[in-house]
């Protein structure tokens, strides 16, 4: 509700708690439309530390779902394992999994992960523990335990335990492994390899990288093996091994242009391009790097990180980005200009101001009203779509 996501949760408690008396005397205190008021209290009344009455609250909102026989028993459970383990009593928070048929097991597993990033440092444990319940319940290779396993990575790198990250990936890899998923071992190898180059282990990550070279031959597909190998001569370079930095970027370039995913061609061409950067061959990488430019959309973040550069190759520079703020800026004028009318706008400049677009238009003749909010509309739109290309890319 809206005063929780504010943090007013006094005053959130206060409204919940009278939208419960109007369903108890509505439904009566058995329904389930009782019991869905119940859960975003059990929220509350955790996030407001009232780790008790949050207990009773959520415990009868699953007691009630469990009798009726409702599907919210398993987002009930997930709360309920949340709370128990904010209790720090130690008790199991998923003891009754035993108890629960398979789908309800996986719903459980799908609400805890969809919770975990309220607060990650309580969901990290919470994924913790409901990683080993599903691994005992429903085995390592089921997909929810999978997934619980993929998000609890995700919270190790968020939280900082790139241990706890390192080691849910390398369960994730030896499940895929162990089913013959090879595009998915790919990914997880890959996903591997970066964790273990952040957590400083550069010869467990070059490993990592030959591994997935080995998966990526037996796959067959050019844009695998090109991602292999520009990830691997990225961290090559770091590790100060520029030769074979070099000899993996550029045969990643190679692979990438023998097949049709655009992307990862342009990807990889920017990689290789700031690599001879810093490397101080600044008209080749100026080729290479603007080349990469035109098979990637301008919105991508390979793309940002390109333009920023090639101000500074441009320059003269053999280190630095340049100025990435101009660079987003510019991508973003590309973007807004080719969805706008031509023959009403005769100019769009862009800057960034404060985190934000500022933009100002310059038309060729006077707009209609209708006209004028036809633009708006198309500008508003399009930087919705940019800021969502910019993060998904990410």
């Given at each position: 509700?809206a005063?929780?996501v504010?943090?007013?949760l006094?005053?959130a408690?206060t409204?919940l708690?009278?939208n419960?008396?109007e369903?108890?005397?509505f439904?009566g205190?058995?329904?389930p439309?009782?019991?869905f008021?119940?859960?975003?209290l059990?929220?509350?009344?955790?996030?407001?530390?009232?780790?008790?009455?949050?207990?009773?609250?959520v415990?009868?909102?699953?007691g009630t779902?469990?009798?009726?026989?409702?599907e919210?028993?398993?987002?009930?459970?997930?709360?309920?394992?949340e709370?128990v383990?904010?209790?720090?009593?130690?008790?199991?928070?998923?003891s009754?999994?035993?108890r629960?048929?398979?789908?309800?097991?996986?719903?459980v597993?799908y609400?805890?992960v969809?919770?975990?990033?309220r607060?990650p440092?309580?969901?990290?444990?919470?994924?913790?523990?409901?990683?080993?319940?599903?691994?005992?319940r429903?085995?390592?290779?089921h997909?929810?335990?999978?997934?619980?396993?993929?998000?609890l990575?995700?919270?190790?790198?968020?939280?900082?335990?790139?241990?706890?990250?390192?080691?849910?990936?390398g369960?994730v890899?030896?499940?895929?492994?162990?089913q013959?998923?090879e595009?998915?071992?790919?990914?997880?190898a890959?996903?591997?390899?970066?964790?273990?180059?952040?957590?400083?282990?550069?010869a467990?990550a070059l490993?990592?990288?030959?591994?997935?070279?080995?998966?990526?031959?037996?796959?067959?597909?050019?844009e695998f093996?090109?991602?292999?190998l520009?990830?691997?001569?990225?961290?090559?370079?770091?590790?100060?091994?520029?030769?074979?930095?070099?000899e993996?970027?550029?045969?990643?370039?190679?692979?990438?242009?023998l097949g049709?995913?655009?992307?990862?061609?342009g990807?990889?061409?920017?990689?290789?391009?700031?690599?001879?950067?810093?490397?101080?061959?600044?008209?080749?990488?100026?080729?290479?790097?603007?080349?990469?430019?035109?098979?990637?959309?301008?919105?991508?973040?390979d793309?940002?990180?390109?333009?920023?550069h090639?101000?500074?190759?441009?320059?003269?520079r053999?280190c630095?980005c340049?100025?990435?703020?101009?660079?987003?800026?510019?991508?973003f004028r590309?973007?807004v200009?080719g969805r706008?009318?031509?023959?009403?706008?005769?100019?769009?400049?862009?800057?960034?101001?404060d985190?934000d677009?500022?933009?100002?238009?310059?038309?060729?003749r006077?707009?209609?009203?209708a006209?004028?909010?036809h633009?708006?509309?198309?500008i508003?739109?399009a930087t919705?779509e940019?800021r969502?290309?910019?993060?998904?890319?990410?």
């Open positions: 509700m005063l929780d504010a943090g007013r006094d005053e408690e409204e708690r009278r419960l008396r369903r108890e005397v439904y205190r058995e329904h439309g009782h019991a008021a119940l859960e975003p059990a929220d509350v009344l955790l996030r407001r530390g009232d780790v008790a009455q949050a207990r009773q609250v415990e009868e909102a699953v779902y469990w009798r009726s026989g409702h919210r028993v398993a987002a009930a459970l997930a709360a309920r394992g709370i383990v904010a209790g720090g009593a130690g008790e199991p928070p998923f009754a999994l035993d629960l048929p398979d789908e309800v097991v996986e719903g597993a609400a805890a969809d919770r975990s990033a607060d440092m309580l969901g990290k444990v919470v994924l913790a523990r409901l990683a080993d319940a599903l691994e005992e429903l085995g390592p290779d997909q929810a335990t999978l997934n619980v396993l993929s998000q990575a995700n919270a190790g790198r968020d939280c900082g335990d790139q241990a706890g990250r390192v080691e849910a990936i369960k890899l030896a499940s895929y492994d162990r013959g998923r595009e998915d071992a790919l990914m997880a890959l996903a591997l390899a970066m964790a273990q180059d952040e957590t400083g282990d550069t467990g490993a990592t990288y030959a591994r997935a070279q080995a998966i990526a031959d037996r796959l067959g597909r050019p093996h090109a991602q292999v520009r990830n691997w001569g990225l961290a090559l370079a770091a590790a100060d091994r520029p030769a074979e930095a070099e993996r970027l550029r045969a990643a370039v190679g692979v990438a242009d049709t995913d655009h992307e990862i061609l990807r990889s061409r920017i990689a290789l391009g700031l690599f001879l950067q810093h490397a101080d061959r600044l008209d080749e990488a100026r080729h290479v790097v603007e080349a990469g430019l035109a098979t990637l959309d301008v919105a991508h973040p793309a940002i990180t390109g333009r920023s090639l101000t500074a190759i441009a320059a003269g053999s630095g340049g100025d990435v703020q101009g660079a987003i800026a510019d991508a590309e973007f200009l706008l009318p031509n023959d009403l706008l005769a100019d769009l400049s862009v800057t960034v101001e985190g677009f500022a933009i100002n238009a310059e038309l060729r006077e707009p209609t009203e006209e004028i909010e633009l708006n509309q198309l508003q739109s919705a940019f969502g290309r910019l993060v998904a890319g990410g």
